[in-house]
């Protein structure tokens, strides 16, 4: 009976969760991340104020847990099983993660505004998004790694330095394809900087 009751204020805790992460993002959506209050959201979710708070301290925590969300989605793509054994394979699995990345952050759009406004006028949420953007550099690192050790790349650069070059290029178009920047089609911006980092890394 006690291993019930237990199962069940699990249950009712991840779905008061659910329901603030939900209004939280609802929320952001409509107002933007500086107009937002934790009041909102709170009224939103349809929960008590000392329910709430013990799930997020604030909106910056909440808007935390939202972007992990959805970084997780971009994450998946950059985890994608990376294992050429050509110049013209590390290009296709190259241009297609590239694609990918770019086309999430035109589906995420909605919320990544919200995520590119709060790192603005938030400490916390852009301290999340350097360790974020690490995570991604590391995983671009061990891709280059890979190919340097399976001599497809060349030795003489600093893979941790390139990685983080070829992130940058791409977080540039993430961000303008976000705010709406007038910028040439997906595919043409991908054909173009992965042929230039390619062609400058692979033999």
């Not at 969300?69 to 050509?86: L, Q």
């Amino acid at each position: 009976m006690e291993t019930k009751k237990i199962s069940k204020r699990k249950l009712q805790s991840a779905q008061t969760r659910e329901k603030l992460l939900h209004a939280g993002q609802e929320t952001f959506i409509e107002y933007g991340f500086q107009k937002t209050t934790i009041s909102q959201i709170i009224k939103k979710a349809k929960t008590g104020y000392g329910t709430a708070y013990v799930y997020f301290k604030n909106k910056d925590d909440l808007l935390i847990e939202l972007l992990e969300d959805v970084m997780a989605r971009f994450y998946e793509i950059a985890n994608m099983t990376y294992k050429p054994t050509s110049k013209k394979e590390a290009y296709d699995l190259i241009e297609q993660q590239s694609i990918l990345f770019l086309d999430m952050a035109n589906k995420e759009k909605l919320m990544m505004q919200v995520i590119e406004e709060a790192i603005r006028l938030s400490d916390n949420v852009r301290k999340k998004w350097t360790e974020i953007r690490e995570q991604f550099i590391k995983r671009i690192s061990e891709d280059i790694a890979y190919a340097q050790k399976n001599e497809l790349a060349r030795i003489d650069v600093d893979c941790s330095i390139v990685a983080r070059a070829w992130f940058h290029a791409n977080e540039m178009y993430l961000w303008e394809i976000v705010k709406d920047v007038k910028t040439p089609p997906i595919k043409e911006i991908v054909h173009n900087i992965a042929s230039i980092y390619t062609g400058g890394l692979y033999k």
